[in-house]
């Protein structure tokens, strides 16, 4: 079994930048891709970044691209979604989630086991 915390939620202005992190607990985090998932409000959950954990390569939804950062820590057991730009459309719950031993493909929701609660992140205009 996983667990995982969000944290690094927020209110920012727009063009500013926040930091989200996860923080994993239980067993062999090290070897799960993880992923960030965002859902806003009357929206479907929407895949936003993923990073594998063999080579740390990284996956990304066109609209975050060049200002969204994923990246991973293993030997602390936390991932991070380093956020700059933010545009009001950014706003949503954010979520990390873990695939587990049998991952498929890192775009789909479906393909994570094990999910944290979310953190509200909110940009204004």
């Known amino acids: 079994q996983v667990q995982l915390v969000e944290s690094g939620g927020g209110l920012v202005q727009a063009g500013g930048s926040l930091r989200l992190s996860c923080v994993a607990s239980g067993r062999t985090f090290s070897r799960y891709v993880m992923g960030w998932f965002r859902q806003a409000p009357g929206k479907e959950r929407a895949f936003v970044a993923a990073v594998t954990w063999s080579d740390y390569t990284t996956y990304y939804a066109d609209s975050v691209k060049g200002r969204f950062t994923i990246f991973r820590d293993n030997a602390k057991n936390t991932v991070y979604l380093q956020m700059n730009s933010l545009k009001p459309e950014d706003t949503a719950v954010y979520s990390c989630?873990?695939?587990?031993?049998?991952?498929?493909?890192?775009?789909?929701?479906?393909?994570?086991?094990?999910w944290g609660q979310g953190t509200q992140v909110t940009v204004s205009s």
């Open positions: 989630a873990a695939q587990g031993e049998h991952g498929g493909s890192v775009y789909f929701p479906t393909e994570y086991r094990y």
